[in-house]
T-cell receptor
Framework: DAGITQSPRHKVTETGTPVTLRCHQT?????MYWYRQDPGHGLRLIHY???????DKGEVSDGYSVSRSKTEDFLLTLESATSSQTSVYFC??????????????FGEGSWLTVV | AQRVTQPEKLLSVFKGAPVELKCNYS??????LFWYVQYSRQRLQLLLR??SRESIKGFTADLNKGETSFHLKKPFAQEEDSAMYYC?????????????FGKGTLLTVNP
């Protein structure tokens, strides 16, 4: 497996509190992504990054912000958690080019419950 | 805009039967197509990518640009194939490498 870890792996938080999920990679890959996985919706892109300090919104970015101050870390913040943000969050990473070197690897997921 | 459609949410077959998981896409450029598999509560794993044209665990998939499809096939399903399967498309024509997923098909292989 690629060197990609997510933390925390499980978290229960209260509505209205801020939450930060961390994705850490040791592959020096340029591209990093945050997805949420929900039944009936598959995986939906929240935000992604194409370099340090370079980020862009995905299809479900409302209520989320991200930061990438160094290559290896991509942080996802729920500024004020709501119950609709209860989900499993996956981080993914990939390199450049069209060859096998740009395989997309996923983290193990972070289970977030907002009560 | 890029879009991936997996028309079947659920697919149930018997062990030894052929299986086909459908995937259609819409994309204006030159796409990269992938199949990912997720076993219960685990991370997604790459199963196939169209540019490699290889067979993994007996699965194959052919990109049909005319029909904009990338169906996943296996001639003889095994119980251990039971999992969630996601088709995905990547925009590699730009600079962001955004990966878009279908909603997934849950495959159950019955003994």
């Amino acid at each position: 497996d690629a060197g990609i870890t997510q933390s925390p792996r499980h978290k229960v938080t209260e509505t209205g509190t801020p939450v930060t999920l961390r994705c850490h990679q040791t592959e020096n890959h340029r591209y990093m992504y945050w997805y949420r996985q929900d039944p009936g919706h598959g995986l939906r892109l929240i935000h992604y990054s194409y370099g340090v300090k370079d980020t862009d919104k995905g299809e479900v970015s409302d209520g989320y912000s991200v930061s990438r101050s160094k290559t290896e870390d991509f942080l996802l913040t729920l500024e004020s958690a709501t119950s609709s943000q209860t989900s499993v969050y996956f981080c993914a990473i990939t390199g450049q080019g069209r060859g096998s070197g740009n395989t997309i690897y996923f983290g193990e997921g972070s289970w977030l419950t907002v009560v | 805009a890029q879009r991936v459609t997996q028309p079947e949410k659920l697919l149930s077959v018997f062990k030894g039967a052929p299986v086909e998981l459908k995937c259609n896409y819409s994309y204006s450029g030159s796409p990269e197509l992938f199949w990912y598999v997720q076993y219960s509560r685990q991370r997604l794993q790459l199963l196939l990518r169209h540019i490699s044209r290889e067979s993994i665990k007996g699965f194959t998939a052919d990109l049909n640009k005319g029909e904009t499809s990338f169906h996943l096939k296996k001639p003889f399903a095994q119980e251990e194939d039971s999992a969630m399967y996601y088709c995905a498309l990547r925009d590699s024509g730009g600079s962001n490498y955004k990966l878009t997923f279908g909603k997934g098909t849950l495959l159950t292989v019955n003994p």
